[in-house]
């Protein structure tokens, strides 16, 4: 069935130092891919997302790597900030088509 | 400009109550979603509406039930509400559907005592 999770439930990263959040996915038919940062109290917000077709995809401090063979997603944040400080999540789009499946979550702690 | 609202932020009632959290977007969106987030932080789709019309059920109890009124805004009624139920409900809309980009509300903590 689909699943997708997270390998690390919590990441230390020191203040200017590079975060890399782990995501797998078991479905491989799914060929949407989404990465969310929730803050404490709030909603999820939309990062970053990529699609099957690509393999990476850059933002702002963030990159998205999707390695289908192994079907592994991650996501980079470099030189991570305190605002950086988050649950971050990982969500796909798989074979069905009309929703997105949530992985569990990483927190990110920030240490000044 | 808040793009999509929920009114209850915070909702503390009593077992076997029914209660209504409501959901706005006015970002002309099409499709809206009602969403769990239990104490482990697990999200997971409860409803899905495109155009005021039910897309996606999720083997949700049947006490739970959604209404869209127009396409701009999505309710969630409860029926006696059981401590199970207790979590974090968040609304989120997106222009057309899941592959779309999903705006999430600030979410609505629910407790049942």
């Known amino acids: 069935g689909e699943s997708v999770g997270l390998h690390l439930p919590t990441l230390s990263v020191q203040e200017g130092d590079n975060s890399i959040i782990n995501c797998a996915y078991s479905n491989s038919a799914s060929d949407y891919f989404i990465w969310y940062k929730q803050e404490s109290g709030k909603g999820p917000q939309f990062i970053i997302d990529?699609?099957?077709?690509?393999d990476k995809r850059q933002g702002q401090r963030v990159t998205v790597l999707l390695n289908k063979t192994v079907k592994h997603l991650s996501l980079q944040i470099a030189a991570t900030q305190p605002g950086d400080s988050a649950v971050y999540f990982c969500a796909e789009n798989g074979a069905a088509g009309n929703k997105l499946t949530f992985g569990g979550g990483t927190r990110v702690l920030v240490k000044p | 400009d808040t793009a999509v609202s929920q009114t209850p932020k915070y909702l503390v009632t009593q077992m076997g109550n029914d209660k209504s959290i409501k959901c706005e977007q006015n970002?002309?969106?099409?499709?809206m979603y009602w969403y769990k987030q239990d104490s482990k932080k697990f999200l997971k789709i409860m409803f899905s509406?495109?155009?005021?019309?039910?897309?996606i059920n999720e083997t949700v109890p049947n006490r739970f039930s959604p209404k869209s009124p127009d396409k701009a805004h999505l309710n969630l009624h409860i029926n006696s509400l059981e401590l199970g139920d207790s979590a974090v409900y968040f609304c989120?809309?997106?222009?057309?559907?899941?592959?779309?980009?999903?705006?999430f509300g600030p979410g609505t903590r629910l407790t049942v005592l």
């Open positions: 970002l002309g969106h099409d499709t």
């Open positions: 509406y495109n155009n005021k019309e039910l897309i």
């Open positions: 990529i699609r099957s077709n690509m």
């Open positions: 989120a809309s997106s222009y057309s559907g899941p592959k779309d980009t999903q705006y």
